[in-house]
């Protein structure tokens, strides 16, 4: 008898779990988020992914991330979006490398369900419901005066730009050209358009200096041309008369702003970039799309030899432990 009683209180126990178990008490839907950038293997990206990692932690979201090899490489970042989707991302956060040549994977992406949302660099897309980044024309005038505050007399330009049709480079030149020319006092001697290459940037910039022996000012636009051209400008051991402004922290360019071959760097958060677009990837999957807003502009600054030591500068090179 009392064996029978503990078998029935048993199954009576079961029961109840197994009638318990409905939605209400199920665990958490744990979303899937893509995260495809122009390249995996520059610092910039490293601190992206940094940051991405660490929301997709705090949200419990599976994250993937991927980037082609170049930064010139719309193809294969046309593929990667395709993939997510065949993989089943439900929010894809993405870095175009051609706004307009994207467009059209980002377009079918949305169409067939998933949520987007742009860091970085812009794609032309109606679909992206938040763009997170750096102002880049802003960003642009800010490097062009960080040089006509610090360079007396009149300014000789050297412009090394990168693919041109990255929406976030034409956006920076375009802000620099802008605010030389109301400057009155500086004058554009020439422009390159590089590759997303160190290697490649410092001579491109080699035969710029050798064209145009009158520039005393370099302008480049991202990490890895400003790479290039801080080593340009060493080859050719002319640091004294020649002020460079460069984009984004880097082991080279750091050195550079010690050792005289670059004067300012222009150093965006792309921790901040990384992780504000996952967080808001998880924002859209969860109901609360209607809390983004269009555009978040990321913090911007100058870090020069006055205050690369400083407790700001430090910040800003060092944000974060990139592994």
Known sequence: MRRSKYLALCGA??????????PDTALPVRHSVAL??????????????????????????????????????????????????????????????GYEENAAAIDAAAESGVHIVSIDSGVGSDYVSSYIGTDNYAAGKMAAQ??????????????????????????RVQG???????????????????????PRAQTDTIALLLDHPEINVLIAFNEPTSVGVARAIQVLKRSDDIFFVGFDSNVVTIDGLQNGCVDALIVQN???????????????????????EPVVDTSTQIVDRENIFTMDGQKALFAFDQY
Do not use: H
């Open 270 to 292: 792309p921790y901040a970039m990384g992780y504000l677009g996952v967080e808001s990837a998880y924002k859209l999957l969860t109901g609360q799309g209607g809390s983004l």
């Open 176 to 198: 620099a050209v802008d605010a030389l020319e109301e400057s009155g006092r500086a004058q554009i001697a020439a422009v390159t358009t590089t590759l997303v290459d160190a």
């Open 13 to 22: 126990l079961l029961l109840s779990c197994l009638c318990g178990c409905g």
């Open 146 to 171: 960080a040089a006509l505050e610090r360079v007396e007399g009149a300014l000789r330009v050297g412009i090394v730009n990168y693919n041109e049709g990255t929406a976030n480079g034409q956006e």
């Open 36 to 97: 495809i950038v122009k390249s995996n293997d520059s610092e910039f990206f490293m601190s992206v992914f940094a940051g991405a990692r660490a929301a997709a932690t705090e949200y419990n979201l599976d994250l993937t991330i991927a980037g082609p090899e170049t930064e010139e490489d719309y193809e294969t970042q046309n593929w990667m979006i395709d993939q997510a989707v065949e993989d089943g991302a439900e929010a894809i956060v993405f870095s175009a490398v």
